[in-house]
């Protein structure tokens, strides 16, 4: 079930996408899972606001990996013209590099939902088609959107909003399967993404609790989406692609790294951390770390320290004992 994916005028070789997270994918994270089979990623929601205003901060988000040949760049906001002016500008500063504009009406955090951004589009389908509008008519690239079942739990209007987004000019959507508020609370819905994938002529990426390959799988079965989005499966896990390939090729599936192998992987990202912030504060480290010691021996003490860890040589260290401990249990 590993098949190309084609949105707007643009094909990629496969179907398996990391999906954006906020304060999770940076660009050392994005290049390990390009490393091991994810064939596109999304940059971190990046503020159209900010942007405007030539936020130094902002404009880092859009560094990108060597691995990084095609990026979709997620943008939020809530104002027509600062999103169409915003993506133009993104678009002309990556160039060849962009695969798409992708439009955030999903996230619900309170922070961005609670400003009208995010999530809250989804309560305004009016306003969120007029974004969609204005960014397809300032850049060449395609506008894809990703937003969740539907706001309030219990008022699924993802479909609606679905047909909405496609006729604003969306080349494609990724749809989250829970409610925004919700959060990550219970199961996703997979049916809310096998309907709009029925009703609608532009591709569906499907997003929510993809956490193996055999869960991968399953989506496609279920939903026959175009695409898996991989979010919270892929944390501390980026061999999770590796194990989508397997299964999706008809194979057994990724037996998963050994401790050795998975402390290295660790070591290397605090080491491209550190190389790509200059030697400097290593603390965005400490939640990866949190991730990549699940399942070791004594992972909770190991946590504990993380915590304090603030040198590459704490979280080399760190790493090692887990390994050690884990090897000799």
């Known amino acids: 079930m590993i098949r190309s994916l084609q949105i707007g005028s643009v094909t990629l070789p496969n179907n398996l996408i990391l999906a954006p997270m906020a304060g999770v994918g940076d660009v050392v994270f994005r290049h390990l899972c390009r490393e091991l089979g994810a064939q596109l990623t999304y940059t971190e929601m990046v503020s159209a606001k900010a942007l405007s ?17 095609k990026v979709s760049v997620q943008l939020f906001g809530h104002e027509p013209e600062t999103l169409a002016t915003q993506a133009r500008w993104v678009e002309e500063t990556l160039q060849d590099r962009l695969f798409a504009i992708d439009v955030n009406m999903g996230c619900p955090a309170r922070k961005i939902a609670g400003k009208g951004d995010g999530a809250a589009l989804m309560r305004d389908p009016d306003l969120a088609a007029s974004i969609v509008k204005a ?13 969740r079942r539907g706001y309030e739990e219990g008022h699924e209007t993802a479909l609606d909003f679905a047909l909405r987004m496609e006729d604003a000019g ?4 990724a749809i989250h399967g829970r409610y925004a508020q919700q959060f990550y609370r219970g199961k996703a819905d997979w049916d809310i993404i096998r ?18 390959g055999s869960s991968a799988l399953e989506m496609l079965r279920q939903t026959n989406c175009d695409a898996v989005m991989v979010g919270r499966g892929a944390q501390g896990n980026p061999w999770i692609f590796k194990d989508i390939a397997s299964r999706l090729q008809g194979g057994s599936g990724f037996v998963g790294p050994s401790p050795r192998e998975k402390m290295d992987l660790a070591i290397r990202h605090a080491e491209l951390l ?13 939640k990866h770390a949190m991730w990549y010691v699940a399942g070791t021996k004594d992972a909770a003490s190991t946590r504990r320290k993380i915590n304090d860890a603030e040198t590459l ?14 090897e000799e249990a």
Not at 135 to 147: A, E, G, H, L
């Open 135 to 147: 960014i397809v008519s300032s850049v060449s690239c395609p506008v894809t959107v990703k937003f």
């Open 195 to 212: 309907r709009c994938k029925d009703a609608l002529s532009i591709p569906v990426i499907g997003n929510g609790d993809i956490v193996d």
């Open 170 to 173: 969306a080349s494609a959507v």
């Open 313 to 326: 040589e704490d979280f080399t260290a760190l790493f090692n004992e887990a390994c050690r401990l884990t």
């Open 274 to 286: 550190q190389k790509q912030s200059k030697g400097g504060n290593l603390a965005r480290m400490r």
């Open 53 to 69: 205003y030539a936020n130094k901060k902002t404009i880092h988000l859009l560094d990108l990996s060597p691995l990084e040949d």
